[in-house]
Each structure stands twice: as C-alpha cells, then as structure tokens.
C-alpha cells in the first residue's frame, strides 16, 4: 500500500487505521480488498472526502491520496509529508500539529508553572519553567510582634 498525502489547511482531524486493504478513515471503514490489479475507482467514486484523487491497485499494491489537515502554521513535515509506503497494520502515524501545554505543579512556597512543546516525532520541549511565588499569608488578629 502506498499513501500520498495532500496537506491542507482544515480544523478538523485525521485519524486512519489500517487493516490489510481496509481503512478506517474517522471511524468510517473503506474495504480495498476487491480491487483486482490494474483497476482504478475514479477520482470522486468513493464516498470519503478524505480521499482525493483516484483509488488503483498496480502490481498488487492499493495506490490512493489522502488529504493531510493542518492548522494555520505547518511544520515542514506537514506541508511537504513524505508518502506512507507499506504501513504496518494498526493506527497510521500522521503528522500532527505542534502544540503546547502549560502545567502547574504546587511546590514549596507558590507554584512552577512549565510550557512543553510537542511535535510530531520528536520528544517533548520544555520551553519556560516559572516560579510563581504564593501571596504572603494575612496576619492573623492578635498576631503581635514582640
């Protein structure tokens, strides 16, 4: 099987999981098992609009195109995705987004605030840790310094 993507700028996501001749695009399954070598379905013919472009099986290999969404700025391995050739069964490893997360974690006198960054195929980068220090405590009534 070989998979071209074709990114393009949408907010909705992909999801693909791949069984032998059959996709599950976004929960939808699309069976390739029938497609005998040398046919083509027609650009437009299969009920999917993930699927751009015709559908072929050449030399036994299922041939198709499907659209890769990606936010406002891509990465480089977004707008110029490499084909996925023989994927192994299970879910497809996508490009994806860069996103980040801010978490805060109490800590001794206030709080450590920490923002990682997350692409795709690379490990996580933490991008700023702060401390944030807790407000000084009220005095209590009858708090009197000796």
Do not use: C
Not at 76 to 105: K, N
């Amino acid at each position: 099987m070989k998979i071209t993507l074709s990114p393009q700028r949408r907010n909705d996501a992909l999801t693909v999981t791949k069984a032998g001749d059959m996709l599950t695009i976004n929960g939808e399954p699309f069976d390739f098992s029938d497609l005998p070598d040398g046919a083509t379905i027609p650009a437009g013919e299969v009920p999917s609009e993930w699927i751009v472009g015709p559908v072929d099986r050449v030399s036994g290999e299922l041939r198709l195109t499907l659209i890769l969404p990606h936010g406002p700025n891509p990465e480089p391995w977004q707008s110029f995705p490499e084909s996925i050739v023989s994927p192994a069964d299970g879910e497809l490893d996508l490009p994806w987004d860069t996103y980040q997360e801010t978490s805060r974690e109490p800590v001794t006198g206030g709080t450590r605030v920490t923002v990682t960054t997350y692409r795709w195929r690379r490990p996580p980068t933490v991008e700023a840790t702060t401390f944030i220090p807790s407000p000084p405590k009220p005095e209590e009534p009858g708090d009197v310094e000796a």
